[in-house]
């Protein structure tokens, strides 16, 4: 098993030349065709809603007195987005994509999830749109079994 | 400590079990362009995960799925989430990245209680081909924890309703 020093040995080659550190962001993720909105750069618990939405959770929350919720993912988003009149040619505001969950999935999971956990999130770190530069091409077909 | 090894159209490459058998190793690779996309949010923390759980650690892996329930789009590819491998299991550790003003640490922690990690791999539909290691018959896309199943240990909850196909088990 590797130490942390070699560990870190690695990640410093990887990021060699990189300026800055993690700052909150939105942003269209297009080998996997999602939304990701990433409060914390921490590892992280998925936690799925729905086969389109998934909760990010702190591992570490408890003891790091952090909060417990540090992001969210919005999957098969060029299908979603074209669905909901969500256009993926300029970014997206983040509450237009939010109301759209909300009126696609009408059930109190997703209530719980957009006005507990998301739109309070994206309020406190100031992520107001989706960067959406990755996506391109034609809309998917859904192809859920 | 294995170096990394960039290979063509990849930043590295690294062994797992063959989709079509547990006992036979295949090779697979992280695009520089699913890397790029940590990097440029400067995720710090997957790329530890990525060292300290992927590289080595595929091998470890219990339970191997493919296809995603969800819809998937990946270039003219339709049905792209038909394509998806998802190997699982229980690493001994997590990794975590620990800022500092001007760098920065990595954290080795026991793994989180009840989790299983997941790697996400798409199949590559005409593999690159090299001589050292043979065909590069997938690309690493993503790795995360999942809570556990409470009845198939090592696997993701729900994993019936997350994935198409159990393709093996190594239990």
Redesign the interface.
């Known amino acids: 098993m590797r130490t942390a020093d070699g560990i870190r040995a690695l990640v410093r080659e990887t990021f060699a030349g990189a300026s800055g550190g993690f700052r909150p962001c939105a942003f269209f993720d297009d080998r996997l065709d999602c939304i990701r909105i990433i409060a914390r750069d921490c590892s992280v618990l998925e936690t799925r809603i729905n086969p389109y939405l998934t909760v990010l959770e702190d591992n570490y929350y408890l003891e790091s007195g952090r909060k417990q919720y540090v992001g969210f993912t919005v999957k098969g988003a060029r299908h979603f987005c074209d669905e909901h009149g969500l256009s993926m040619s300029a970014p997206i505001n983040v509450s237009d994509l939010l109301n759209a969950i909300l009126k696609a999935f009408p059930d109190l999971a997703v209530e719980l999830f957009v006005n507990g956990i998301a739109r309070p999130l994206v309020q406190e770190e100031n992520i107001e749109r989706v960067d959406v530069s990755g996506a391109s091409g034609p809309i998917p077909k859904p192809s859920l079994a | 400590?294995r170096a990394?090894r960039p290979l063509g159209s990849y930043r590295d490459v690294t062994e797992a079990y063959a989709p079509d058998n547990p006992l036979s190793v295949v090779y697979l690779g992280v695009r520089e362009?699913?890397?790029k996309?940590v990097?440029h949010?400067?995720?710090?923390?997957p790329?530890?995960?990525y060292?300290?759980i992927v590289q080595?650690g595929l091998l470890e892996a219990i339970h191997l799925f493919r296809?995603l329930?969800?819809?998937?789009?990946?270039?003219?590819d339709?049905?792209?989430?038909?394509s998806v491998l998802v190997y699982s299991w229980r690493p001994?550790?997590?990794?975590?990245?620990s800022?500092s003003r001007f760098?920065?640490?990595?954290?080795?922690?026991p793994a989180?209680q009840g989790?299983v990690f997941v790697v996400?791999v798409?199949e590559e539909k005409q593999p690159e081909q090299y001589s050292r290691y043979g065909p590069i018959v997938g690309s690493i896309?993503?790795w995360?924890?999942?809570?556990e199943d409470p009845v198939l240990p090592h696997a993701p909850i729900?994993w019936r309703?997350?994935y198409?196909e159990k393709l093996w088990s190594r239990i």
């Open positions: 400590m990394i362009d699913s890397f996309q990097l949010q400067n995720l710090f923390t790329v530890a995960q060292y300290g080595d296809g329930r969800r819809p998937l789009m990946h270039g003219d339709k049905e792209a989430d038909k001994q550790v997590d990794c975590v990245w800022p760098d920065g640490n990595v954290i080795l922690r989180p989790e996400l798409r896309e993503k995360n924890w999942i809570k729900d309703e997350r198409g």
